[in-house]
């Protein structure tokens, strides 16, 4: 079937990726570029195509999405730079359709150094654990956008979901780590979060620190008791939480200091 499609009143003749443009059905990735592919890049992309298989939305070669990301790096000539990578689905409008083929979209831009610290507010809506669409991540972000703003309009830089149990679950654009008791504790994907490359990456190395994890399902009170908290992406690599709602937390302890320059480390950003 034919979509007529018109802008403004004229015709659009060219193809658009209409299925990510109507639905958000679609996926991205955001990494820092600093003077070559991060570390986790391969997760990225193995990510992605999960995302790109629930979804099925077609998945194009990895190499010709490295491709197109160092070609990119190339022509805006940045030694330290934001990326984003979006696989844009396009195909019927009818929205129960399948996609029928995608397009790779790549984002770059000067990389900015995040804060030193930051202020969490627990959002006003819960997130509901058993979603499909918290296992990948979907071009569809009006929920953690509204979360984020929400947060801003507050004075807040980052929002927190709990689920639909109270519990706590996963940042709008982050994972969340805390530490008590000789034991470092975040939520595990049953809670409702997408499971995140540079989490995954603590969650490798934290052994070789000889202390205690526990992943598992926690409320604001097991957070509250928290000597410190911080969470964690690929951009931000690791950020101190100093207050989470009037809760004023330590974003100097020693420990956190080990964790954050392991994963400098690891994240090869020194």
């Known amino acids: 079937m034919i979509d007529y499609i018109f802008m403004d009143g004229s015709r659009v003749e060219n193809s658009l990726p209409l299925r990510s443009l109507f639905y958000g059905e679609g996926l991205f990735e955001t990494f820092r570029h600093k003077n070559r592919l991060p570390v986790l890049f391969d997760k990225h992309l193995e990510r992605m195509e999960a995302g790109a298989k629930l979804l099925k939305v077609p998945f194009p070669e990895k190499e010709y999405i490295k491709e197109l990301v160092e070609k990119a790096i190339l022509e805006s000539e940045l030694k330290d730079a934001y990326v984003k990578i979006c696989l844009l689905s396009d195909g019927e409008s009818a929205f129960n359709k399948m996609s029928k083929e995608s397009q790779a979209l790549v984002i770059v831009k000067k990389y900015l150094i995040p804060k030193h610290s930051v202020k969490i507010k627990i959002n006003s809506c819960r997130r509901i654990s058993e979603s499909p ?27 927190l979901f709990l689920n639909e149990r109270d519990e706590v679950a996963e940042c709008s654009t982050s ?9 470092l ?86």
Do not use: M
Request: charge should be negative; proline fraction near 3%; include cysteine.
């Open 133 to 159: 669409l918290l296992n990948v991540k979907s071009l569809n972000y009006l929920e953690n956008i509204l979360a984020r703003r929400e947060a801003s309009g507050s004075g807040f830089d980052e929002a």
């Open 175 to 183: 994972n969340i780590f805390w530490f008590n008791d000789e034991t």
């Open 185 to 270: 504790f975040t939520p595990s994907i049953e809670c409702g979060l997408l499971s995140g490359t540079t989490r995954d990456l603590i969650l490798n190395f934290i052994p070789e620190h000889g202390v205690n994890f526990v992943e598992g399902r926690f409320s604001l009170r097991d957070l509250a008791a928290a000597e410190f908290v911080f969470i964690t992406n690929s951009l931000i690599g690791c950020a101190p939480v100093f207050e989470i709602e009037g809760n004023i937390l330590n974003p100097e302890h020693n420990y956190l200091a080990k964790i954050k320059n392991t994963l400098l480390k690891k994240l090869e950003w020194e």
